[in-house]
């Protein structure tokens, strides 16, 4: 996000002073903490592979390994409902689908231990599990004898206008040049306060992966309409496209409280230096020793050629 | 209010008080003596000892001491620590001046070190001055001479940690000093992070830290008082000084505008460090740039016998600039030039043999300006404040029992928040934040009485004011951080959030003999502004947060009890102090938050309190040829916060358990002095992770590999310990000709810092490594072992 960058600016400061510094290893002993639940679940109105649960655990900081730990065997559920205007919700039973761990043919048959799927996906995937814009949904997961939940609401998506190109310029690495594009997008802000958004897009890097973790996204970009409410809005975002690729470009509108989350998570996962202070994820979550977020995306997405 | 009435009691009898005295002192018909004491430069010997007959007085810290005396004949005789005394015998039989030349001890004996008064008779506890000439003695890093670097050697005094460059004074914020550079409070006294303070050598004459027991006449920050005082032009020659070191220059001309009635210094200087970073790393570093500048000025005039005006000016500027333009993917421009300018006026006039005022005028401006490009991503940010203000003190010296003080303070502030923008591509995000204002007043009555010869109490009471008034708008935010598309508008000069607190101020010393003695003091100090900064560094961009509607103001009380005593004429000394003070309305911001642009920003505050207490030991040897000081401090500083911790209290990050420094000073020979320094600190209490996890999981397909992203977990505030800082400096002055009677003179200084090239971390952090699989701790350090060479020459 815009913090970000704007405090990164500094560190360069301190960086170029520190050109006559040096940096060492250093045994750094840490206190354990309580091992926390880690919860990752989407629901969107556009993909209904892209709508799952991923249950794991956090471990102690030196422990071997940097994948998640997956929790499995769990009872994980998702029921759909409706907001009332005294901001409580009705569940509709009968929408409740279990979502269960096992192998799909759309993901190579791989096993992914602690990803939940709806099993539609496997025999009757028009049937499968799909978000619609303007309900509410309840996550529930019962996971080693502990009860823990959490709602989220798919928005209205706004929709893009259109995808255009341009602010061209090469990318040189080391032994590849590549002449590249920005994307800007162009859509009406509704007149409401309030609106977030998030960006993702698949091209030709990821168009082979799975997962909202594998999909392009820019951490820089503002997704509020704080400063800009109600406006046209033609956002172009830092990052560059190949030409001859072909971009699959969503925007995701969201609540602010999944807005918070993922801008917590951008914070969280550029932390360190001399000028960082320790960023928790602003959970959305409750039980205990839980962190993570239940993600309503609402999408709206074009394509485009990169020429 | 209940405070208020107590405090009219106290009015009340302070004002009784007052007239008692007054109408005895006003009988016998009086002669006024005025008695300057200065040194062989001309420059005012503050706190020296005055005997006339046999009453003992102390004189000002201007090197003035006012009182009247009935005809007839009198001795005086004049003592200050490191000179040697003068006595002169008159007959007085009219208002008369005098001024008495101390000559420094140094061409007898050798170097003289510490401050001239003894701190045994002054009822000012926790108090530390330090003179231009002892500072420019010691070890500095590259050779830049930094009386706020300095002052951390004192105990009590900390700094954030290597190239930092808060003070932290007995467990206050870095926002918490009220840094004064000829009484006009200076709000962000660094250049470049705080690796430099903005105070040049060539333009001060000495520094006074007040950790405690703060007089009635300072008010507005919670912590302390760093009172910079620069110096006076030479009224009898001109004068052209100057230095060249690795890093930076400088030049100071001074002399008499009328012969000994008014002078006029100048001093400049200008780093080059990116001048010489460029000869070493040319290549890595391209474009980029930084470098600051500052000028001060200084002009004085005396009008007549009884009247004199000071006019003060300062001007600094940092530049830093960053160029990326490699076609290696985005272009990264960033450019900001930020600084003070100061401006001030001062009136000061000697209405009678009793009584004196000053006046002062001000105008105060801190400003940020900068640009970054990032791809096509632009901000432009600035932002800053501006203060008027206007001050006026009386000295009211009614008789050898007491004397009074009384004046008033009044400012305008005007912040600039954020004006700024950003835009991506196409789009612009410009962000209203408006203009904020507010009045700050304050008036004081301070009573200083000698109850018994051995007694004296100063007695003061500091009512202050606060009004934060429109015309701005607020964006109204929910609990959550999303607007409610509401603005709550405020017309010019109506109240936000107005504040007034009444501050009593006590202090008592008590005389157990000539040599030594024991002091009490009580403080409450109250602070209308907030210092909006995330990080351990001064960012140029760190905001000051005027009180208002969520914002309330910070209110300290401290306690603290002292024994100084001194031996051999004053030569050693030993000041023991304790405190315990208590704070509220702290402020720290939630993880993560964002200051720049931010129309939310209280709603990224949180609040709480905070308590330090702790025990200072400074012994210092004054005179001779080693001289020096150790110092100790063992203390705590704690933080309590609903919102932070589980609401559970935790340690500030920069409390320090021990603190130590020794501070020699030792005088080879006639032409080489050799000064050594000593610190050790206890390391600061940091937020370290308690585990990690994977998040934002994908897969690929192909490769079958995972992709996620680590995510560190944090549990308790500041339960991990940075290393203890400890580092060694030497230097060496040497002076060619120091017996030379022309004009030029010349002197070289070799500094060595941080000599046995101890690696002291700047800071610390776990790299984890996620295409190695690796974790790792690391530390990052600025200064090895860092040698330095200054020529500072003056004719």
Known sequence: MKTVLLKRKWMWLAVCLAAVGCERDFEIDLNDGQPQLIVEAYINNEMPLYNYVVLSRSKDFYESGLQNVAVTGAMVTITEGMRMPDNTYQWDGATTVQMKEGRLQQLNNSSLPGFYFDQRLATDSINALMGKPGKSYKLDIEADGKKYSAITELLIPVAIDSLTLGNYYLDKNEDTVYRKARITVH????????????????????????????????????????????????????????????????????????????????????NGGPFATPVSLQSTISGENVVGCFSGFSLSGKTISIK | MRGVTNTNYIIRYLVLLLLGMMTQASQAQQHTLTIQVVDST?????????????????????????????????????????????????????????????????????????????????????????????????????????????????????NGGEASAGLYIRGGGPDQNLVLLDGIPVYNPNH????????????????????????????????????????????????????????????????????????????????????????????????????????????????????????????????????DDDEDGPDRRFNAIWGNTILGLTWKQQLSYKLRQELSVVRNDFDLDSRMIYGTTTYIYASGLTDYAAKNDWVYTANRWLKAKAGWQYTWHNFRPGAGSSTAGLQDFKSNIEDRHAHEAAAYVSADLNITPAINLVAGLRYSYFNQVGPTSFVVYDADGSPTGETEQYGKGQSIGSYHYPEPRFSLLYKLSPQSSIKLSYTRTVQYLHLATTSAATFPGDLWVPSGRKIKPAQAEQVAAGYACDWHDGAWELNVEAYYKTMSNQIEFKPGARLLLNQNLEGEMVFGKGTAYGLEVFFQKKTGRLTGWIGYTLSRTERTFPDLNKGKTFPYRYDRTHDASLVLNYKLSRKWDIASVFVYGTGNALTMPTGRFAYSLGFNRNERTPIFTNINQYEQVNDYRMPAYHRFDLAFTFTPRPDSKKRFKSSWNFGVYNAYNRYNPYFIYIDVDEDLQTIKGKKVFLFPIVPSVTWNFKF
């Not at chain 1, 802000?189 to 996204?217: C, K, M, V």
């Not at chain 1, 409410?229 to 496209?241: A, C, E, I, K, R």
């Not at chain 2, 100071?252 to 210094?265: C, D, I, N, R, T």
Request: glycine fraction near 10%; proline fraction near 3%; avoid cysteine.
């Open chain 1, 187 to 270: 859509y009406k802000d509704p007149d409401t306060i309030g609106n977030t958004q998030l960006y993702y897009w698949r091209h030709w890097e990821n168009r082979n992966s799975f997962g909202w973790g594998a999909l392009g996204t820019n951490r820089y970009t503002p997704g509020t309409d704080d400063l800009i409410n109600g406006q046209y809005v033609d956002l172009t975002l830092s990052n560059g496209f190949v030409i001859g690729d072909t971009v699959n470009y969503f925007m995701s509108s969201v609540e602010r409280k999944v807005y918070n989350f993922w801008d917590s998570f951008n914070k969280a996962r550029s």
């Open chain 2, 42 to 158: 001309l420059i005012p010997v503050g706190h020296a000892t005055i005997r006339i007959n046999k009453r003992e007085m102390l004189v000002d810290s201007s090197g003035t001491y006012t009182a009247g005396f009935s005809r007839g004949n009198y001795r005086i005789y004049i003592t200050a620590v490191g000179h040697n005394p003068a006595v002169q015998e008159i007959f007085l039989r009219s208002d008369s001046n005098l001024r008495f030349i101390l000559h420094p001890r140094e061409s007898l004996l050798t170097s003289v070190f510490v401050s001239a008064y003894s701190n045994v008779r002054r009822n000012q506890m926790s108090a530390q001055r330090l003179s231009i000439t002892q500072i420019k003695k010691l070890p500095v890093i590259l050779g830049e001479i930094d009386p706020l670097k300095t002052i951390t050697l004192l105990p009590g005094v900390k």
């Open chain 2, 192 to 323: 470049l992070l705080g690796f430099f303070s903005i105070f040049n050598g060539d333009a001060i004459r000495n520094i006074e830290v007040i950790k405690g027991g703060i007089p009635a006449e300072f008010g507005g920050r919670l912590s302390s008082v760093i009172d910079v005082n620069s110096r006076e032009g030479d009224k009898d020659s001109f004068h052209l000084s100057g230095g060249i070191g690795l890093i930076s220059s400088r030049l100071a001309v001074e002399g008499p505008l009328s012969k000994g009635k008014s002078s006029y210094l100048i001093s400049a200087r200008r780093t080059y460090i990116d001048q010489v970073a460029k000869l070493v790393a040319k290549d890595s570093l391209g474009d980029n740039g930084y470098y600051f500048y500052d000028v001060n000025a200084k002009l004085d005039f005396q009008l007549n016998k009884k009247n004199a005006l000071a006019f003060t000016f300062y001007l600094g500027k940092d530049d830093f600039s960053f160029v």
